[in-house]
């Protein structure tokens, strides 16, 4: 089956840097994106990586490395307004099309 | 700055009943998606559609469901028979190229099956 794995929880300080791990066992893989949800809002669109590597986008870095099934996003210099579910979701070349992570839930404190 | 619209906000129906949910897509794109998130869960794919037909469609997305896009600019949902476990939010989304480009969300549509 498919699978996508996050860590539930996370806390960090505001300022510093934090690293958010996704995991997945899918096949058919196209790439990988990741996405900011707000509490009771719709999901927004951070990145999406296909080649294996780092893409810096601002405040915001993703990770994939296809070759281990794994993601990572950075987000650097946190700020309050960065407390949010941060979803990762697999893009299939077929069927199912896109599985979504659990999400990982970050608290940022002052 | 353009933007992907949803209505209602909520639908409140009674098990058994049809609902259809209405979203219309940022103008120019030409892929389409329905999800929807169980509250307290994750964002599961329902169909994506793509030059008027269903282009992928998950195993949720059984005969209960159909999508159609009825004129330029509307796409919608229909669920023919709810049921309690359908009680979700539905996000519909559009991108502009294929699904592999930045997907747009709308606001969502909280359905209540009672």
Not at chain 1, 15 to 20: D, L, M
Not at chain 1, 45 to 67: C, H, I, P, Q, T
Not at chain 1, 68 to 75: C, P
Request: with cysteine.
């Amino acid at each position: 089956g498919q699978n996508i794995d996050q860590p539930t929880e996370m806390t960090a300080t505001e300022g510093a840097i934090v690293q958010i791990n996704c995991t997945y066992q899918t096949s058919g893989f196209n790439g990988l994106f990741w996405y900011q949800q707000h509490a009771g809002e719709a999901p927004t669109f951070l990145s999406y990586n296909v080649l294996d590597g780092l893409e810096e986008k601002g405040r915001f870095s993703s990770f994939l490395s296809r070759s281990k099934g794994y993601s990572y996003l950075l987000l650097k210099e946190l700020q309050m307004k960065d407390s949010a579910s941060y979803l990762c979701a697999a893009f299939l070349n077929y069927g199912q099309n896109f599985v979504f992570g659990p999400g990982t839930r970050l608290s940022v404190l002052p | 700055e353009p933007e992907v619209t949803q209505t209602p906000s909520h639908q409140v129906t009674q098990m058994g009943q049809e609902v259809i949910l209405r979203c219309v897509p940022i103008s120019n794109h030409l892929y389409f998606y329905w999800y929807r998130q169980i509250l307290g869960q994750k964002v599961e794919f329902l169909v994506s559609f793509y030059n008027n037909e269903i282009s992928e469609k998950s195993e949720i997305f059984d005969d209960q469901f159909s999508v159609e896009r009825p004129d330029g600019s509307n796409f919608t949902l229909k669920i023919r028979s709810t049921k309690l476990e359908d009680s979700a939010m539905y996000f519909c989304a559009s991108s502009e190229g294929t699904p592999a480009n930045e997907q747009f969300f709308g606001p969502g549509t909280r359905l209540t099956v009672l």
